[in-house]
C-alpha cells in the first residue's frame, strides 16, 4: 500500500537561511514549524526534506559539514517528536547543469519509488519557484511559503 508524504525544501521554508548553512549554531527553526511537522505527521504522512545544497560545489563547505549540520537539525526535530523519513539533497552548483538539482524533479521521483509514495496524495512545500516546479515535474501539489503565517497555513489546506 502506497504512502503519502509532504516533501520540503530546508532553507527557509523549516528552518532560517543565513546562507550556505552548515554550522550547528546557525541551526534556527522557522516559528510554528514543530506543530505543523507533528500535526502532518500525526495525519500519518511522511516527511521527507529535498533540499539544494550547492555550497558543497561552490566549495563553501564539505558534504561531511551537511550532514553534521542535518544530523543536528533531525535530533532536534526527534526531540520533539517529529520523525523525517529521509533527507535528498543536491550537492552541485547551478552551473554544473547537473539532473539532480531543484527544479528537476528527479529527487523527488527517487524518493517516491523508493518510498512507495502515492504522488496523488502527496505534496511539496518550499519558498522558491524552483521548489514548486521540481514538485510540479514530479506530478505533486504544491504549497509555496512566504515565512511563519504560511508554514501554519498548511494545515488549513490539507
Known sequence: MSSKAIFFDRDDTLIHDSNYMYKIEQLNFIDGVFKTLKELQDRNYLLFIVTNQSGIGRGYFEEKDMHNFNNHMLGKLLEQGIKITDIAFCPHAPEDNCECRKPSPK????????????????????????????????????????????????????
Open 107 to 158: 529527487m523527488l521521483n527517487d524518493l517516491c519509488k523508493k518510498y512507495d509514495i502515492d504522488k496523488s496524495q502527496s505534496y511539496m512545500v518550499g519558498d522558491k519557484n524552483s521548489d514548486i516546479k521540481s514538485g510540479e515535474k514530479a506530478g505533486l501539489k504544491t504549497f509555496k511559503v512566504l515565512g511563519e503565517k504560511s508554514i501554519r497555513e498548511i494545515l488549513n489546506q490539507l
